[in-house]
């Protein structure tokens, strides 16, 4: 059995579901341990039970310690610092030999497994961000993403576990600040700091907007199989963290942050088929509960579909930071990174 844990609200709700139904697609014994961070997220799972899921509330996860600097954060900031006790308190409440985080905007592609027996006998397991060089942020957001961390129920596991948990609980926000960000870079001298840690080697697990620039994919014989370009290494992805993906109003989705460059053949691949399931899952999400966007919304997007008004909007801009972008030079970069799309024609 491979324990699992995330947590989120009623705006990743559909993420939720859709990561949920890739692991039920490709995983035959797991448990999904699901900290639902609003009433309306916790009241859709009380009302449909899901297999091999357990809703937690708010109320019954909460300590002392987390309530107590609950309003010195932000809504996303708490759920940052909420994150190591979350496997802490599935590890003790459940008594689970082992709980692996993970972010609720991924999907799986394969068996998890394969990740796990990499893990063996080691106490905690962490993951890269392999960023593509001219996108690296490790300074920044750390080396390690918080994306799929885990920890054995032993003492190594729960020496590093307890660490964090209090590490996030004095400082986590989402700012830079003496070698400090959010919940991650508590991460970066894990591997010295600890007995027991490894680091996924796997290049299924893990690939990223950060990172998509370094493989080649197809899909082949119902397997995703990816190809490292600078070894011709082939491997089968196993998950996709599709961070940076926003719903705006009107059906417009912004696929991933502008600064990546991401070819049309990974978005035909993976995020045209993931957004379509994210609109059936919130079509599923609005058959129990009243509307709204379990998708979450942006309000109105920046941007619309790539059409000649978009154009001309990338060309002033371009313009105004400099008159030497009168030629397009900013407007062929800014076309070229352009992931605004109208997400009901994906």
């Known amino acids: 059995m491979l324990n699992f844990v995330?947590?989120?609200?009623?705006?990743y709700l559909s993420r939720g579901l859709v990561m949920y139904q890739s692991l039920l697609i490709h995983c035959p014994h797991f448990h999904l341990y699901v900290i639902a961070f609003d009433d309306i997220t916790f009241d859709y799972?009380?009302?449909n039970p899901l297999k091999n899921l357990t809703a937690i509330s708010l109320t019954q996860f909460e300590?002392?310690?987390?309530?107590?600097?609950?309003?010195?954060?932000?809504?996303?900031?708490?759920?940052?610092t909420c994150t190591a006790s979350t496997v802490l308190y599935c590890l003790q409440k459940f008594e689970l030999n082992h709980c692996v985080y993970i972010d609720a905007d991924l999907c799986f592609?394969?068996?998890p497994q394969v990740l796990f027996d990499e893990w063996g006998d080691k106490s905690i397991l962490i993951t890269e961000h392999r960023y593509t060089p001219q996108y690296?942020?490790?300074?920044?957001?750390?080396i390690y993403c918080v994306q799929f961390?885990?920890?054995?129920?032993?003492?190594?596991?729960?020496?590093?576990?307890?660490?964090?948990?209090?590490?996030c609980i004095d400082w986590c926000y989402a700012k830079a600040e003496d070698g400090k960000f959010g919940d991650q870079k508590y991460l970066d001298d894990w591997t010295t700091r600890f007995k027991n840690v490894h680091v996924l080697k796997h290049l299924g697990g893990g690939i990223a907007p950060w990172n998509l620039q370094q493989y080649d994919f197809r899909f082949e014989q119902n397997k995703y199989i990816g190809i490292e370009k600078s070894t011709g290494k082939k491997f089968e992805a196993v998950f996709f963290h599709f961070h940076g993906v926003k719903f705006y109003e009107n059906d417009i989705v912004s696929l991933a942050p502008s600064q990546y460059q991401i070819d049309k053949s990974k978005i035909k691949l993976f995020y045209n088929p993931y957004v379509r399931e994210l609109l059936k899952s919130n079509i599923e999400v609005n058959k129990s509960v009243f509307y709204f966007n379990s998708n979450g919304s942006s309000g109105i997007s920046p941007y619309k579909a790539l059409n000649f008004g978009t154009l001309i909007k990338y060309y002033i801009e371009g313009y105004k930071s400099s008159r030497r972008n009168?030629?397009?030079?900013?407007?062929?970069k800014k076309v070229k990174h352009h992931y605004f799309f109208n997400a009901t024609k994906l």
């Open 6 to 11: 995330t947590l989120f609200n009623s705006n």
């Open 109 to 111: 592609y394969s068996n």
């Open 136 to 142: 690296d942020q490790s300074g920044l957001s750390g």
């Open 63 to 80: 300590d002392e310690k987390l309530i107590s600097i609950k309003s010195t954060r932000s809504a996303s900031e708490y759920c940052w």
């Open 326 to 332: 009168i030629f397009g030079i900013f407007l062929l």
């Open 149 to 167: 961390v885990g920890f054995k129920n032993n003492a190594e596991g729960l020496e590093t576990l307890n660490y964090w948990r209090n590490a």
């Open 45 to 47: 799972f009380q009302k």
